[in-house]
């Protein structure tokens, strides 16, 4: 199973970018989702989480009023608004072994391969 994360790229502080992570196969349709950033030299953070029916979000205190995440199907999809330097870094989409999104990531057994997102102020 692969999941393929797109959407990154350059995008000026206040703008906004949209993040795409699709499985190859519909499998983690019973699965929680989750976004992280890691940004250079640093450790791998958890952004916004999901769970399986598409509910109980959650967000990172740091992005809280600007980024949403939503699942349809067996695309995952982090929409980044009023994105601020801070916000630069690799995003990585990941399957969660449970029905639940989790803030750790020792708690997803399968990544995307990253999709960079730079932002120039």
């Known amino acids: 199973v692969q999941l393929q994360a797109s959407g990154g790229g350059l995008v000026q502080a206040g703008g906004s970018l949209r993040l795409s992570c699709t499985a190859s196969?519909?499998?983690?349709?019973?699965?929680?989702m989750g976004w992280f950033r890691q940004a250079p030299g640093k450790e791998r953070d958890v952004v916004a989480t999901?769970?399986?029916?598409?509910?109980s979000p959650y967000y990172a205190d740091s992005v809280k009023g600007r980024f949403s995440i939503s699942r349809d199907k067996n695309t995952v999809y982090l929409q980044m608004n009023a994105v601020k330097p801070e916000d630069a870094g690799t995003y990585y989409c990941?399957?969660?072994?449970?029905?639940?999104?989790?803030?750790?990531?020792?708690?997803?057994?399968?990544w995307g391969q990253g999709t960079l997102v730079t932002v120039s102020s």
């Open positions: 196969r519909p499998i983690f349709s019973n699965n929680g």
């Open positions: 999901i769970n399986w029916k598409g509910g």
């Open positions: 990941a399957g969660a072994r449970s029905s639940w999104g989790s803030t750790r990531p020792s708690d997803y057994n399968y």
